[in-house]
């Protein structure tokens, strides 16, 4: 072989990077054609333009890249298509930030402008995600990458709105919507966030309008509001305010006279079972103003000032609003009461502020015809939801579906597409700009100033990204794509629009499987956020760990649809998994040079050519056990990505390298390598590197940048050029016929050991010493004969004292009797221990055992302690009682069985 060697330590730094540049050069992460087979096909959640990888990228990525990697090396043609979204409220933000700084506004610069401003920030700062994801190794076809402002996707934003227009299923109207005062635009009921919060419950006296000195008392927690109240509303069946309905009352500090109403929809317990409406500001009151032909008063701005019609209040902001209207009405003695209440109030995804329903023209889409395909496509199979559980989650917001308002008042985002003519008022809906009215001529027209909701863009996000509306090569190779991987928190904003739209659009479904991932939570289980200081950046875990650390925690750690918590210790746990791969390849490899485990050949003698024939020596019983079990975990682990239980095909990976290949089977060849035998050493040098390459190809999508690495340095080892370019394009193994007599018995021989070590440790004896062992192994004992180098070896046996037999004819005295499996194993302890100095030590041991038996009788003998202690201190106290009286025991025992020697 030729001679090689590999560093002595894994530096992911030095990897990395130089590995994911040779991969996208050689082409690699671009579909193969293969024919016959169906290609498998992702379409990555766009992140925000302004967006810096969090964890939940690195989440989503590294469970992407795991599908895309093992669905390659299957040999199906796989696309992978990144991109970007242009993250409409978010990037405002962003640039209306950076004027704030320059003291200007959006306003001052002007539309045209602005949009230049945003356009000339994402090309600065915009692919710095992109970048971060290229550290994450995701092999995606970074040719096909898009962004959903490119020219391509805009365009059809623009031809899935006109049809849906056309359809009817797109319609302009004024409602009551969300409104963020701060984003000044209106937001969909999924963009509003409800957190529990306690405020104030006002409770307040409105007059009776012709009963001088009566009043009904209204509690609201908005006393603000109370200026646009056209009305105040109780049950039917309240008894306390019977007689009452129809009556009219004088609207404190306005002075309006508003009616007493009766409608279902109050609840008697809230309060005192009298409400104010106001159908303006609330989502309840605007439907029981509809039912009662109320007037609705807006009495704010945009951006949540008091306006004109708030009368003395106008111009305050709605927190000196609150402020001077609760102190005029006290000021009039018409607060009843003021006390603490809890309630869910909603506050902007994207800002955190609190939303405001206001009545405002905007478009909508009619969602109850797009949700009913939606709803069967589930039903019926074609569309699979991992974990299952979701699905009802998924049906009961489709059945339940409302209109969605897709207009923002913004200028970043794709301009919605209709156009008025200032002459007649017409209204067009086209692809393209219309040059003249199609009622009148007249060409004096302006288009709508809002764009559309960002989520519309990408709910078109799997078919537009291949080339819709246009019949494109990549549509019909690609399309349907294969599987949408996301977060559960997702599934309405994102998933079920895009399986709306996909089948609108195009007749099919957008994909077969919906894969859902969970939050990421640190180690506690608490929310990572910036005021817990809990927030790990996944940048600094790859520098610190290397990425396949943090891929592997990520893909092992986790379950579809749940919650993972993260801990840094698990990272570094992982990231010694990698170095323990590193250094079992690294002594795989340097017994790979020539003459290894052999004296070395004369100076000038031939070295042997590649591909000759190596001379070897018939397979043992260690190398059909490791080749069967690896053939075993071969067929698992298959088995399980196919179902998408990744976390348990990591794990019996992880278990299979570390604890049966490094930990048996390389400690079990030693004894070959350097025996003198080359034709036996010869035999475990290649069950070593079939072995190890197959585990390798296995890992590989989990851990990709030290397994190429290591399979690189392997392929030039043992000179295996037809191994193929790379270990990333390499074929997925598949499982062989396995040998369960092997595993049988190599089970019972691994067994006896693990009892002869912990024998060893429970008697503290010394690591190098060699002990004696009479084995009665039964019928397995010409297997345990076949390996009794590797017995003598991971047990630290005295060979000259190792007797294997399938039967003793009597049973040693004075021995340490271990029984596994139905093998008897005995452990002369005359030969194994100083009696005196073990003796003492076991002394000194159950004094100290009696000492804490003592403390924790008295302890739970004290009736204080079980009555006033929490109930899980006093069981843990339990606990340790009985362990401690088991661990005496045990001690009695073991000094009984030393007196007698």
């Known amino acids: 072989m030729a001679e090689t060697t590999m560093p002595k330590i894994y530096d992911p730094r030095t990897v990395e990077r130089a590995l994911y540049d040779w991969w996208e050069a050689q082409g690699y992460f671009k579909p193969r054609p293969a024919e016959g087979r169906r290609p498998f096909v992702i379409s990555m959640p766009p992140p925000n333009v302004t967006g810096k990888l969090h964890l939940g990228h690195a989440m989503t990525a590294s469970v992407q890249d795991l599908m895309i990697r093992y669905h390659r090396m299957r040999g199906e043609p796989t696309l992978w298509v990144p991109g970007s ?36 920030w994402k090309e600065e700062y915009g692919g710095f995600i992109t970048q971060q994801h290229r550290r994450l190794g995701v092999s995606c076809d970074w040719e096909r990458e898009r962004f959903t402002l490119d020219e ?59 009963r001088p000195g009566e009043y009904v008392t209204v509690a609201t927690t908005r006393p603000e509001t109370m200026l646009g109240d056209t009305a105040v509303a109780v049950n039917p069946e309240d008894a306390r305010y019977q007689g009452l309905t129809g009556q009219k009352l004088v609207l404190p500090l306005v002075g309006r006279v508003i009616p007493i109403i009766a409608d279902d929809e109050v609840d008697p317990r809230f309060g005192t079972g009298a409400v104010k ?35 003395a209040f106008a111009g305050q902001t709605q927190a000196e609003a609150r402020r001077n209207v609760v102190a005029a009405l006290e000021d009039q003695g018409l607060i009843a009461k003021i006390e603490d209440y809890r309630h869910a109030v909603g506050h902007c995804q994207r800002c955190d502020t609190l939303v ?32 299952e559980r979701f699905e009802k989650v998924y049906f009961n917001w489709l059945e339940n579906i409302r209109d969605w308002c897709i207009s923002r008042q913004l200028w970043w985002g794709h301009r919605i597409p209709v156009w008025y003519c200032q002459g007649c008022g017409a209204e067009m809906v086209g692809l393209a700009e219309p040059t003249a009215c199609t009622q009148c001529g007249g060409t004096a027209l302006f288009q709508d100033p809002d764009v559309l909701d960002t989520w519309f863009s990408s709910g078109l996000w799997p078919f537009s990204t291949l080339g819709w509306p246009e019949d ?24 079920a629009r895009m399986i709306m739209f996909g089948l609108e659009m195009t007749g099919e479904v957008p994909f077969h499987t919906v894969y859902l991932h969970g939050m990421v939570r640190d180690e506690y289980g608490q929310k990572m956020s910036k005021s817990k200081g809990n927030v790990v950046d996944p940048i600094e875990i790859m520098d610190e760990y290397g990425t396949d650390a943090m891929r592997f925690s990520f893909l092992t750690g986790s379950t579809p649809g749940n919650d993972m918590k993260l801990s840094l210790t698990r990272v570094e746990a992982n990231r010694n998994f990698a170095n323990k791969i590193w250094n079992a390849a690294r002594f795989v490899v340097s017994n790979l040079e020539v003459g290894a485990g052999s004296p070395r050949p004369e100076a000038g003698s031939p070295r042997p050519e590649a591909g000759s024939p190596r001379p070897e020596a018939p397979e043992t019983l260690a190398d059909r056990w490791i080749q069967s079990r690896l053939q075993r975990v071969t067929a698992d682990v298959t088995r399980l990505m196919d179902d998408y239980q990744f976390g348990e095909a990591g794990r019996q990976i992880y278990d299979f390298l570390w604890a049966e290949f490094a930990d048996w089977y390389i400690e079990i060849s030693k004894a070959r390598l350097y025996g003198g035998d ?96 009479l084995v009665a192994a039964g019928e397995l004992a010409p297997a345990f004969e076949a390996e009794r180098a590797a017995l003598v070896g991971l047990a630290h046996l005295d060979d000259g004292q190792l007797t294997i037999a399938r039967a003793l004819p009597e049973k040693p005295a004075k021995a340490l009797a271990l029984v596994t499996d139905g093998v008897e194993t005995y452990l002369p302890l005359a030969g194994m221990v100083d009696l005196e100095r073990e003796q003492a030590r076991l002394g000194k041991e159950l004094e100290s055992v009696q000492a804490d038996i003592a403390r924790a009788e008295g302890l739970l003998s004290n009736e204080r302690f079980v009555a006033k202690a929490p109930a899980d201190v006093v069981q843990k106290e339990r606990d340790k009682l009985a362990a401690a009286q088991e661990r005496k025991a045990a001690l009695a025992a073991r000094l009984e069985l030393l007196a007698g020697m």
Request: glycine share 6%; hydrophobic share 45%; aromatic share 8%.
């Open 356 to 387: 405001e329903p206001r009545i405002s023209t905007q478009w909508f889409v009619r969602m109850a015809p797009l949700a009913k395909p939606a709803l069967e496509a589930v039903r019926d199979g074609r569309i699979r939801i991992i974990p």
């Open 472 to 495: 494109t090569e990549d549509l019909r190779t690609f399309y349907p794509t294969s599987v949408m991987e996301t977060a559960y928190d997702i599934l309405f904003f994102w998933v």
């Open 85 to 120: 979204d242009h993250a409409g409220i978010a990037t405002q933000n962003v640039v209306e930030r950076q004027l704030a700084k320059e003291g200007q506004t959006r306003h001052d610069l002007g539309r045209e402008a602005f949009v230049a401003r945003a356009w000339q």
């Open 678 to 773: 080359p034709a036996a050493a010869a035999t475990a040098r290649r069950v070593l590197v079939t072995v190890l390459e197959q585990a390798l190809r296995l890992l590989h999508p989990y851990m990709p940048f030290v397994t190429e690495t290591i399979w690189q340095n392997l392929k030039r080892a043992w000179q295996a050029d037809d191994w193929g370019e790379a270990l990333m394009i390499a074929p997925w193994p598949t499982a062989g016929a396995t040998d369960a007599e092997a595993e049988r018995q190599m089970g019972a021989i691994m067994d006896a050991v693990r009892a002869i070590r912990n024998a060893r440790a429970e008697y503290d004896v010394e690591p190098g010493r060699k002990i004696a062992a």
């Open 152 to 210: 391509g996707l805009s365009r059809a934003v623009r031809e899935a709105f006109v049809r849906l227009y056309e359809k009817g299923l797109i319609y302009r109207g004024t409602y009551l919507v969300n409104w963020c005062p701060r984003c000044t635009t209106a937001i969909s009921d999924l963009e509003v966030i409800h957190r529990e919060e306690v405020t104030k419950l006002w409770h307040i006296k409105y007059p009776l309008e012709e």
């Open 277 to 311: 409406v106001t159908p303006a500001h609330d989502p309840v009151d605007y439907e029981m103003g509809k039912r009662h032909g109320l007037a609705a008063i807006d009495v704010m701005t945009d951006t949540g000032e008091m306006n004109e019609q708030a009368g």
